[in-house]
């Protein structure tokens, strides 16, 4: 059986170069490339039917008269994020051919992780099991629960089927939101009974604005009886169904015994701080009390990053027993930007690509 091909149509060569050369990198043992950036050969190259397993193209080339060829799947390139939808991401499928749209600005490694087929890569990859991804912090206000959204409209942009829960004892991440409708009385005892379908019981629940999450509960948690072994109890049913690629579980800063049983479930753990000297101590403080030693599991994250000032991650008291991996720069409250702009945010970006 020959490669399959994939064809890039791009007018825009500035922009080509560096997304074919990632490609290649990646597919040069895999699949047969064509590129095409000039109007006068694209047309000629479409004058004769075509069989082509995956098109990568942009707003430019792409037109209604390519459904008369054999394309199994089409990427299309947009200027703009696809607008929120019901359906599961931003992907159509029209007479069994499947075209998706993808925002072109993306963090590069992230764009070309959304565009290549999973099957193609050869073996099945971390991404083939659904993740649980765990966000916390030393302190309150380091920005945990933005991170968290952020990480999730991230993967959401760049194809992944994604599902945010907060674990948090009062949960306002829908303030940020235009949906704010809360967890249904019907949803909270359900997810207090916690069977092993609990995920099946609550799966109507579930919302979906840019990407899919649990609502928030409409009173504490403790006042709800709703306990983190419950909250375990949802992850996992809702990992084992095998419909998202990523779980987003926003833990904050509480570390009490149910939420170490929560950290103990994601197989990656995002730990959120700050440059300031107060938040190195917080963070030196978290760390005499949970083992953070597995490097694949734990990642290390300063948030709100500003070079101007003094980072005591680095120039302070701070032990440096754990490595700061990534730095968030700073950007404009969540409230501000909306959801759907984080998705823009190159530094989330590439966490988000680290992750999976």
């Known amino acids: 059986m020959g490669k399959p091909l994939l064809v890039i149509a791009i007018s825009d060569e500035s922009y080509l170069s560096p997304l074919v050369v990632g490609l290649a990198v990646k597919l040069y043992e895999t699949a047969d490339i064509e590129v095409i950036s000039d109007t006068a050969y694209f047309e000629e190259f479409f004058t004769c039917p075509r069989k082509i397993d995956l098109l990568i193209t942009d707003e430019a080339f792409h037109r209604a008269d390519l459904k008369c060829h054999s394309i199994q799947r089409t990427v299309v390139l947009s200027e703009e994020m696809a607008e929120d939808s019901q359906e599961d991401c931003n ?6 051919r499947q075209v998706a749209y993808i925002f072109k600005y993306l963090n590069l490694p992230v764009l070309i992780s959304s565009i290549i087929p999973r099957e193609w890569i050869g073996t099945k990859t971390q991404g083939a099991v659904t ?110 169904s095998g419909e998202y690629d990523a779980i987003i579980v926003d833990i904050g800063n509480e570390l009490t015994p149910g939420n ?10 995002l730990v959120i701080t700050r440059q300031a000297e107060s938040s190195a101590a917080k963070l030196e403080m978290l760390l005499h009390n949970i083992n953070c030693s597995d490097s694949e599991r734990f990642h290390f994250v300063c948030n709100q990053y500003d070079m101007a000032r003094s980072n005591a991650l680095t120039n302070g008291s701070f032990s440096g027993s754990v490595k700061i991996e990534e730095y968030i ?17 190159s530094d989330l970006q590439k966490i988000a690509y680290a992750l999976m």
Request: with cysteine.
């Open 260 to 269: 170490i049983e929560l950290l103990d479930l994601a197989s990656k753990v």
């Open 329 to 345: 720069s700073e950007f404009k409250e969540l409230e501000t930007v909306g959801v759907k702009e984080l998705a823009k945010n």
């Open 131 to 240: 993740q649980i991804i765990a966000v916390t912090a030393a302190e309150g206000g380091a920005g945990c629960t933005t991170v968290a959204m952020g990480i999730a409209a991230c993967l959401k942009q760049s194809l992944k089927r994604v599902l945010f829960v907060s674990a948090r004892t009062l949960q306002d991440f829908q303030s940020v939101l235009q949906n704010r409708t809360p967890l249904s009385i019907r949803g909270c005892s359900g997810l207090r009974a916690a069977t092993p379908k609990v995920y099946y019981d609550l799966k109507q629940e579930i919302q979906k604005e840019w990407f899919s999450f649990l609502p928030a509960l409409p009173s504490s948690r403790y006042s709800l009886n709703i306990t983190e072994k419950s909250l375990g109890t949802f992850l996992q049913a809702a990992q084992k």
């Open 91 to 96: 992907t159509h499928i029209t007479d069994g």
